[in-house]
């Protein structure tokens, strides 16, 4: 698949896939005989995982550092489990925070609806 499609598909910039690329996060994508990004199911893949993790707040340094670890073998299983781990326990409490938010948001539109009636 050609990086404009991916672009597309994915909801990211090509200057986003190139960045990806270029720090490692993805490997090495393969190109045309004319130079166009060729991007393959595993490729789209690790973007897929990339976009998932940046939604839960991990940064690209903390993701890069994931990966990193993942390319070194099954001896980095505890710690990227902890890493993982982490960024649930994260993902939960902001999960937790927005449904608050949005418990006292209905409570004041209710007040609001109210007042009119």
Do not use: W
């Not at 909801?11 to 490997?27: A, N, Q, W």
């Not at 393959?40 to 990966?67: P, S, V, W």
């Amino acid at each position: 698949m050609k990086i404009d499609e991916v672009s597309k598909q994915l909801g990211l910039t090509k200057d986003t896939l190139r960045y990806y690329e270029k720090l490692g996060l993805i490997y090495a994508v393969p190109k045309s005989a004319s130079g166009v990004r060729e991007y393959d199911d595993l490729a789209i893949e690790h973007i897929k995982f990339i976009i998932c993790m940046r939604n839960t707040g991990l940064t690209l340094k903390q993701i890069k550092n994931y990966i990193d670890l993942y390319n070194q073998g099954e001896q980095t299983h505890d710690e990227r489990l902890e890493i993982l781990n982490a960024q649930r326990q994260y993902v939960i409490e902001q999960i937790t925070t927005l449904n608050e938010s949005l418990e006292f948001l209905e409570y004041k539109i209710a007040r609001y609806h109210n007042q009119k009636n």
